[in-house]
């Protein structure tokens, strides 16, 4: 059984940057079988997927809202993921979650992920 535990949330202010971390355990190495994601859900919005990376990092995938600003990467020696965030907006805040698909192909279809972290809070305010 895999797991999966996020750090990185915070407080930060408008145009500031945070960097989320996801490290994995207990499934054996993430980087024979898994693809990565990163989930997010705002207050009264569904989840929806912000990114992707397949198992050796080789392709990627971002939604629109956060292309150019945030950028997925993945250690597999460490078994963690990550997720820089950067220009950081109010409607950036949301709980962000962590996923992992036993499969291969970056999406951002939550019913293809196996495993969820329980979610870091991320609040963008001044």
């Known amino acids: 059984q895999l797991q999966l535990v996020e750090s990185g949330g915070g407080l930060v202010q408008p145009g500031g940057s945070l960097r989320l971390s996801c490290a994995a355990s207990g499934g054996g190495i993430i980087s024979r079988y898994y693809t990565m994601g990163w989930f997010r859900q705002a207050p009264g919005k569904e989840r929806e997927g912000i990114s992707s990376i397949s198992s050796s990092g080789s392709s990627l995938k971002y939604a629109d809202s956060v292309k150019g600003r945030f950028t997925i990467s993945r250690d597999n020696a460490k078994n963690t993921v990550y997720l820089q965030m950067n220009s950081l907006k109010p409607e950036d805040t949301a709980i962000y979650y962590c996923?992992?698909?036993?499969?291969?192909?970056?999406?951002?279809?939550?019913?293809?992920?196996?495993?969820w972290g329980q979610g870091t809070q991320v609040t963008v305010s001044s």
């Open positions: 996923a992992a698909r036993n499969g291969p192909g970056v999406t951002h279809v939550q019913a293809l992920y196996d495993y």
